[in-house]
């Protein structure tokens, strides 16, 4: 089992940034960022495989949001231009599949969330 912890959220305005970090304490394959807003099922927001060469976006995001990963294990988020409808706990997930995968039940370490509030 790898323990996950993010950081980062906070409050912002619209049209404002924040980057995301998730730190492991071991070693990871594909990895990725989900997030879960008020009333609604957790989503897909990006994923990153193990040697970081693929990447996927959910359609929601695609172009203001940029995932990456370090050598040190840690995995990180830019979202940029965030909307009210970004507002979610965000959280860092990994599987043991090497390439990205969007089905959540394949995730089998999550971290415990960081919140993100985007007021308009």
């Known amino acids: 089992q790898v323990l996950l912890a993010e950081s980062g959220g906070g409050p912002v305005q619209a049209g404002g940034s924040l980057r995301l970090s998730c730190t492991a304490s071991?070693?990871?394959?594909?990895m990725a960022w989900f997030r879960q807003a008020p009333g609604k099922e957790r989503e897909f927001v990006a994923g990153i495989n193990w040697n970081a060469n693929d990447i996927q976006y959910a359609e929601s995001v695609k172009t203001r949001f940029t995932i990456s990963r370090d050598s040190n294990q840690k995995l990180f988020l830019k979202m940029d231009n965030l909307k009210p409808e970004d507002t979610a706990t965000y959280y860092c997930a990994a599987t043991r599949e090497f390439e990205v995968v969007i089905d959540e039940s394949k995730y089998v370490d999550w971290g415990p969330g960081t919140q993100v509030i985007v007021s308009s």
């Open positions: 071991g070693r990871t394959r594909a």
